[in-house]
């Protein structure tokens, strides 16, 4: 059933001799052996794991660093803001890297660029571990999430490389899930070391957390298909002596320096060229502002309002963590609709088995629905004279609703961007990284002065104002015309006119924005 989406997204296979006199490499399927799809059902989730567990790690790090600033101001003589600017930098790292990285894997494989990744992450966690001042701290924090940001961009293109569209649904929910759980466990973790142990030790439990990923990261395979390709063509000029078999990547007529720059320049042309990419981004860029500033809430509401201790507060955070898992477990739910809409779409006169990418956002639409939900309960409910687990209630309906948003989002890139699901991903990990970089820095101060209900209440209509994004993206060329698709796109579906009846405007005008695309595909 997803064969044909396949094959469509990827080379045709058999051998087809070009004009140039090159016969150009192709799959023989998916169970061609070389095809990283043709791998057991096991290693493709082993692999799917490791990347994720990766990718948890990171976002772990990035949050735990939250429950040392008070022993860091003492031993630094540093003020809040500046403690502060060690997050920030993270983050703002997280956004900057996968700009140059995540397209580095379109080119060299994706294998290299996790191995290098994972031993400059682990390398710059050291200076953090034994820093003696503030200035060391903010450095290695910066080089560290640029190390760290491969896995919350390459790691998705990774899972689109090892699964079909049809079977894109559960590990890309998995792959999400991991990436937001670790800011949930960080302040969990973070709160029993830092409550009972040095600051530094935050790090060197970490430190060996990322050595362990390494080892594991090691015995991930190359996966990227445009580089199993070139393999698979070097084998056959060997095994043949036939020298005229080529990749698709090895037919450039650019130079190697050349094509690594317009590789990195790639996101940049996704994120300001691509009406869509852009409007998603802006999207997860304003959630994930709102994500990080709602954590520098809670040592602020429960230390403040209910005295709890900093173990305690940090536990407070399983809230969230417990809203992800919940988002988690909805899976089957999403994925009967995405069958459903396909069914419609087959009815209406479309391909059998194919799909469209739109149908992958259902659940950022409930998320968006379900984020000012939980902002709002947890903004109202923040009184003295609440009980403490009301609030946590409403922090779990915030991250069931953040996991629900990002899972739609993701898949949608790496269904609507096959080829370059990396550099789509990266593209979005740069608008959301950036701009939530700069929250916690006026989380705190926004908080004392609004109030906690008050603040919160701010961050829940920010929230309300988000929720049309996802029809935005298609409704901003709504008018446009798609032209005739690009050599190797994938074909136009017939009976188009009678899926735009759909009540959602991104279903209605989705495809034709991709029409428009040099990039996206166009099922």
């Known amino acids: ?258 094509t690594i720059l317009w590789s990195i320049i790639r996101p940049f042309q996704l994120l300001t060229l691509e009406p869509m990419c852009f409007s998603l981004g802006l999207y997860s860029a304003l959630l994930l502002g709102i994500f990080y500033l709602f954590f520098g809430a809670f040592p602020l509401v429960f230390e403040g309002n209910h005295h709890f201790q900093p173990y305690q507060t940090g536990l407070s955070s399983l809230g969230i963590f417990t809203g992800m898992q919940a988002g988690i477990a909805t899976y089957p739910l999403w994925q009967r609709i995405y069958g459903r809409l396909r069914a419609g779409r087959e009815a209406a006169g479309g391909e059998p088995g194919g799909s469209e990418p739109e149908y992958r956002l259902p659940s950022s639409i409930a998320g968006a629905v379900l984020v000012p939900i939980g902002l709002f309960v947890f903004g109202w409910t923040t009184y003295r004279s609440v009980p403490w687990i009301v609030p946590i209630v409403g922090s779990a309906i915030f991250g069931m609703g953040t996991l629900l948003v990002y899972t739609g989002v993701f898949t949608f890139l790496v269904d609507a961007y096959p080829v370059y699901a990396a550099s789509a991903l990266a593209a979005n990990s740069f608008a959301r990284n950036c701009f939530a970089a700069a929250f916690p820095l006026f989380g705190n101060q926004m908080y004392r002065k609004l109030g906690d209900q008050w603040a919160s209440c701010l961050l829940a209509l920010l929230a309300v104002a988000m929720m049309p994004f996802p029809y935005v993206a298609s409704v901003c060329t709504a008018r446009r015309t798609p032209h005739a698709a690009d050599e190797g796109a994938r074909v136009p579906v017939p009976g188009a006119d009678q899926m735009r009846a759909s009540r959602y405007l991104f279903f209605r005008y989705g495809r034709r924005l991709r029409g428009t695309s040099r990039f996206a595909s166009r099922t």
């Open 1 to 258: 059933m997803a064969k044909q989406h396949d094959q469509e997204a990827w080379p045709r296979p058999g051998p087809q001799e070009d004009a140039d006199g090159t016969v150009e490499c192709r799959w023989d399927g998916d169970h061609d052996p070389m095809n990283p799809r043709s791998m057991s059902e096991l290693r493709k989730w082993i692999i799917v794991l490791v990347v994720s567990l990766s990718s948890s790690v990171v976002a772990c790090v990035s949050s735990i660093y939250g429950s040392t600033y008070s022993q860091l101001e003492k031993e630094f003589h540093c003020s809040a803001i500046v403690a502060t600017l060690g997050l920030s930098l993270f983050v703002l790292g997280l956004g900057l890297g996968p700009m140059v990285l995540a397209p580095l894997s379109e080119f060299y494989g994706r294998r290299p660029i996790y191995i290098s990744a994972q031993v400059f992450f682990l390398i710059w966690l050291i200076p953090s571990a034994v820093a003696r001042n503030i200035e060391t701290m903010l450095v290695a924090r910066f080089l560290d999430g640029v190390a760290g940001s491969v896995f919350l961009t390459v790691a998705g293109g990774t899972v689109g490389d090892l699964f079909t569209a049809a079977d894109l649904g559960p590990p890309m929910m998995i792959y999400t899930g991991f990436t937001f759980l670790g800011p949930g466990f960080g302040p969990l973790l973070g709160g029993f070391i830092n409550q009972f142990a040095s600051w530094r030790w935050t790090f060197y439990v970490v430190m060996i957390w990322s050595g362990v990923m390494l080892i594991a990261i090691c015995f991930v395979p190359e996966t990227y298909h445009s580089v199993c390709l070139r393999r698979k063509a070097e084998r056959l000029r060997q095994e043949t002596g036939d020298g005229r078999w080529r990749a698709p990547i090895e037919k450039h007529s650019r130079s190697i320096p050349k």
